[in-house]
C-alpha cells in the first residue's frame, strides 16, 4: 500500500441507532487505511440515546463529526453528511453496519483499477440471537431474495447499483447528491443517474459490510413492506428496471390470498397452495440454516414468510401517487463537461 491513501469522508445517516451506532463507528476509526479520515454522523430525531452516544464519539475522537437532520428521512441526511465532509473520496455507511477491516482500502484500490464512480459490494447479514441468525440466514439465501449480489454474492464487474457505496465526490456533487423524494431505494435512483451520465457502478465481493437485521418480526415486516413499496415506484419511475425476481413477491400474495378465498367459499382443495408455499420454504431453509443452532434454523420459515408476503403486500398497495409525486421531481442525469478538461 502507498505511503499515503486519497483522503476519505466516511458519512453516516442515523435515526434510532443505540444498539449498533459506536461498534459501527469503531469498524470505521479502526480501519486499517493510511489516507487522512473523517465521520461525519447525519442525526435524525431519534427517541432513543442515539444523539448522547453520537456526542459521546465527538468527544473521543476529533475524526468524528456530526450534523443535523431534522427530517429523519435517509436520503437529506447523506446530502447534509456529504455538505458538511470535504475529502475526495466518500464512504456511505450505515448505522448498523460493520465495515469490514479492509474496506475502504480496498474500496479506494477499486475506484483507481476500475475508474469506477461508486464501488460497493456485499451485504454481510450476521445476527446476534436466535431470530436475527434466522433472518440472515434468509437475507443471504437465494430463496429470500433471488439472485441479487450484494445479498448473495458473485463475480466482480458492472453493477445497475450496489449496496452503500464508496464514491468519487465528484460524481456526487456532478448529480447534485441524492434525490430527497426517494425515502426509499434512494441509491438505486442515484446510481440510475450516474449510469446515465456514462459513469461506471462496480460490485466486488472483495468489499464486505457486516449488517445487523432487524430484532422483531414486526420490524422486519415494516422493512420489507417498505422495500416492496418503493420497488413498484422505482418500477414506475424507469419502467426497464422490472424483472421476474420483483414480480415474484406480489405474484405470491395474490396466489394466497385467491387460494384462501377458494378454499373457504369453493373447496378445501385451494388450501394446497398455501400448504405448498410453507412446504417450500420450510425445505428452503434447510440448506439456508446450516450450521445454525436448532432454534435459529426453526425460525428460517418464518423471516422467509414475513420477507416475501410483506414485500409483495407493499408493491401491491404502492400508491400510484407517491410514484407521481417521484417521477414529478425526477432529475436528469448531469454529464460531466468535458469542454474543459
Same mark, same amino acid.
Given at each position: 500500500?502507498?505511503?499515503?491513501?486519497?483522503?476519505? *469522508?466516511?458519512?453516516?445517516?442515523?435515526?434510532?441507532?443505540?444498539?449498533?451506532?459506536?461498534?459501527?463507528?469503531?469498524?470505521?476509526?479502526?480501519?486499517?487505511?493510511?489516507?487522512?479520515?473523517?465521520?461525519?454522523?447525519?442525526?435524525?430525531?431519534?427517541?432513543?440515546?442515539? &444523539?448522547?452516544?453520537?456526542?459521546?464519539?465527538?468527544?473521543?475522537?476529533?475524526?468524528?463529526?456530526?450534523?443535523?437532520?431534522?427530517?429523519?428521512?435517509?436520503?437529506?441526511?447523506?446530502?447534509?453528511?456529504?455538505?458538511?465532509?470535504?475529502?475526495?473520496?466518500?464512504? %456511505?455507511? &450505515?448505522?448498523?453496519?460493520?465495515?469490514?477491516?479492509?474496506?475502504?482500502?480496498? #474500496? =479506494?484500490?477499486?475506484? &483507481?483499477?476500475?475508474?469506477?464512480?461508486?464501488?460497493?459490494?456485499?451485504?454481510?447479514?450476521?445476527?446476534?440471537?436466535?431470530?436475527?441468525?434466522?433472518? $440472515?440466514?434468509?437475507?443471504?439465501?437465494?430463496? @429470500? =431474495?433471488?439472485?441479487?449480489?450484494?445479498?448473495?454474492?458473485?463475480? +466482480?464487474?458492472?453493477?445497475?447499483?450496489?449496496?452503500?457505496? =464508496?464514491?468519487?465526490?465528484?460524481?456526487?456533487?456532478?448529480?447534485?447528491?441524492?434525490?430527497?423524494?426517494?425515502?426509499?431505494?434512494? &441509491?438505486?435512483?442515484?446510481?440510475? %443517474?450516474? /449510469?446515465?451520465?456514462?459513469?461506471?457502478?462496480?460490485?466486488?465481493?472483495?468489499?464486505?459490510?457486516?449488517?445487523?437485521? /432487524?430484532?422483531?418480526?414486526?420490524?422486519?415486516?415494516?422493512?420489507?413492506?417498505?422495500?416492496?413499496?418503493?420497488?413498484?415506484? =422505482?418500477?414506475?419511475?424507469?419502467?426497464?428496471?422490472?424483472?421476474?425476481?420483483?414480480?415474484?413477491?406480489?405474484?405470491?400474495?395474490?396466489?394466497?390470498?385467491?387460494?384462501?378465498?377458494?378454499?373457504?367459499?369453493?373447496?378445501?382443495?385451494?388450501?394446497?397452495?398455501? $400448504?405448498?408455499?410453507?412446504?417450500?420454504?420450510?425445505? @428452503?431453509?434447510?440448506?439456508?440454516?446450516?450450521?445454525?443452532?436448532?432454534?435459529?434454523?426453526?425460525?428460517?420459515?418464518?423471516?422467509?414468510?414475513?420477507?416475501?408476503?410483506?414485500?409483495?403486500?407493499?408493491?401491491?398497495? *404502492?400508491?400510484? +401517487?407517491? #410514484?407521481?409525486?417521484?417521477?414529478?421531481?425526477?432529475?436528469?442525469?448531469?454529464?460531466?463537461?468535458?469542454?474543459?478538461?
Amino acid at each position: 500500500m502507498p505511503a499515503q491513501q486519497p483522503a476519505v *469522508s466516511v458519512i453516516m445517516p442515523v435515526l434510532n441507532e443505540e444498539h449498533y451506532l459506536r461498534d459501527s463507528v469503531r469498524h470505521i476509526l479502526e480501519q486499517e487505511y493510511a489516507g487522512e479520515m473523517e465521520v461525519v454522523i447525519a442525526l435524525g430525531p431519534s427517541s432513543d440515546r442515539t &444523539d448522547e452516544i453520537a456526542a459521546e464519539l465527538v468527544r473521543e475522537d476529533a475524526r468524528v463529526h456530526t450534523v443535523a437532520n431534522p427530517t429523519g428521512r435517509t436520503p437529506a441526511a447523506l446530502n447534509a453528511a456529504i455538505k458538511a465532509s470535504r475529502h475526495p473520496i466518500v464512504v %456511505r455507511v &450505515d448505522g448498523h453496519g460493520m465495515l469490514s477491516p479492509n474496506y475502504i482500502a480496498t #474500496a =479506494v484500490r477499486l475506484l &483507481d483499477e476500475t475508474g469506477a464512480q461508486n464501488v460497493g459490494g456485499i451485504m454481510h447479514a450476521e445476527g446476534e440471537n436466535a431470530w436475527e441468525e434466522a433472518v $440472515a440466514a434468509a437475507m443471504t439465501s437465494r430463496i @429470500g =431474495v433471488g439472485n441479487a449480489p450484494f445479498h448473495t454474492g458473485g463475480g +466482480a464487474g458492472p453493477a445497475e447499483t450496489v449496496y452503500l457505496g =464508496v464514491f468519487r465526490r465528484e460524481a456526487l456533487e456532478q448529480q447534485g447528491g441524492y434525490n430527497v423524494e426517494f425515502i426509499r431505494a434512494q &441509491d438505486w435512483e442515484l446510481n440510475f %443517474r450516474i /449510469r446515465e451520465a456514462g459513469g461506471l457502478i462496480w460490485f466486488s465481493p472483495e468489499l464486505k459490510v457486516q449488517y445487523r437485521p /432487524r430484532r422483531s418480526v414486526r420490524a422486519l415486516a415494516k422493512q420489507y413492506k417498505d422495500y416492496g413499496r418503493w420497488r413498484h415506484v =422505482v418500477a414506475r419511475y424507469h419502467a426497464g428496471s422490472i424483472n421476474l425476481r420483483y414480480l415474484a413477491p406480489p405474484t405470491l400474495v395474490c396466489a394466497l390470498t385467491a387460494a384462501v378465498v377458494a378454499g373457504a367459499a369453493l373447496t378445501p382443495w385451494a388450501f394446497a397452495v398455501p $400448504a405448498g408455499y410453507l412446504a417450500a420454504i420450510t425445505a @428452503g431453509s434447510v440448506p439456508a440454516g446450516r450450521g445454525l443452532p436448532l432454534k435459529a434454523r426453526a425460525q428460517i420459515p418464518v423471516a422467509l414468510a414475513t420477507m416475501h408476503v410483506c414485500w409483495g403486500f407493499g408493491f401491491l398497495t *404502492s400508491p400510484r +401517487a407517491l #410514484a407521481k409525486r417521484v417521477i414529478a421531481s425526477r432529475r436528469p442525469a448531469v454529464r460531466r463537461d468535458t469542454s474543459q478538461v
